[in-house]
């Protein structure tokens, strides 16, 4: 399985951007897909995802309120809509295909950069 994010970018505090993942290979749609970040000198952060049916998701308290997934299996596409973007949503920003409600990651993507200027 092949991941790549892309639609980052340099954003201003309180903006929305909307980043995306195009899946391929086999066995893509085999996969929940999930969304990761890390922010320069810190871990790696699970911060979203959407099972393999897409009728459910999870969103991390860090990200709750603002941060939206969602995937079109006809596409085999992941989507992020981030709203009320802050200085501290900066990071890399990964996607991933993981096991269906376990989250466990099997195949990581190349990140795309979200930079969020004061």
């Known amino acids: 399985v092949q991941l790549q994010a892309f639609g980052g970018g340099v954003v201003q505090a309180g903006d929305s951007l909307r980043l995306s993942c195009a899946a391929s290979g086999r066995a893509s749609n085999d996969y929940a897909l999930g969304w990761f970040r890390q922010a320069p000198g810190k871990e790696r952060e699970f911060i979203a995802a959407v099972n393999l049916g897409g009728s459910i998701t999870f969103v991390a308290d860090s990200v709750k309120g603002r941060f939206t997934p969602s995937r079109d299996n006809a596409k085999n596409a992941l989507y992020l809509e981030m709203n009320s973007l802050k200085p501290e949503d900066t990071a890399v920003y990964y996607c991933?295909?993981?096991?269906?409600?376990?989250?466990?990651?099997?195949?990581w993507g190349q990140g795309t950069l979200v930079t969020v200027s004061s």
């Open positions: 991933a295909a993981v096991e269906d409600l376990n989250w466990t990651v099997h195949y």
